[in-house]
């Protein structure tokens, strides 16, 4: 491993423990401090707090397979950590962080949360009206998305421009007509 991926996997590392443990943390606070009948309203109707547990994935899909929800969940991770190690640049690092940390986050609660090992619901606490109830771990996960996103458009804009100026035409003399 070069010096350089030595530097991004240990962002990659950070980013990722943060993110879990800040997840985790959430959840063990919305856990002591929310209820499942009472909604606290943060930003009017729009955002707020209330407890849920999610059997299923987004939008609770696939609440009634959720141990296979674990082991796809398992298997993401496995595969963000290989690209983790192949990381080729900060903004990717910083993208698979948050996508890692975010899954581990999730990943935890499918695993030790109740009812059972492996089949654990994911505590979901932040309430976007009344369309569907996350938690960090999912914001991190929207987060790497467009992190790795706006990253890979700014690196391929910055290509198009660098190949732009290097095929581009000699200018030509005003009054000549004729290149300079």
């Keep these: 491993m070069t ?14 423990g943060l993110v879990a443990v800040i997840d985790q943390a959430t959840k063990v606070a919305a856990m002591t401090w929310l209820s499942t009948e009472q909604r606290i309203p943060l930003l009017g109707d729009f955002l707020g707090l209330t407890l849920a547990f999610n059997p299923g994935a987004l939008l609770s899909l696939g609440s009634g397979v959720t141990g296979l929800l674990t082991l796809l969940g398992a298997g993401i991770t496995v595969l963000l950590f290989v ?37 654990g619901y994911v505590t979901d606490f932040l309430a976007y009206g009344t369309w569907f109830i996350g938690n960090l771990a999912d914001i991190a996960l929207g987060v790497g998305f467009v992190v790795i996103g706006v990253g890979a458009w700014l690196r391929r804009r910055s290509r198009n421009q660098a190949v732009s100026a290097a095929i581009e035409p000699r200018a030509t003399s005003p009054n000549s007509g004729q290149r300079v």
């Design 3 to 16: 010096h350089g991926q030595a530097r991004r996997f240990f962002i990659v590392c950070v980013v990722t």
């Design 83 to 119: 690209a983790a190690l192949r990381t080729r640049t900060r903004s990717q690092a910083i993208g698979i962080g948050f996508l890692l940390g975010g899954a581990i986050g999730n990943l935890i609660d499918r695993v030790f949360a109740p009812p059972a090992f492996g089949r």
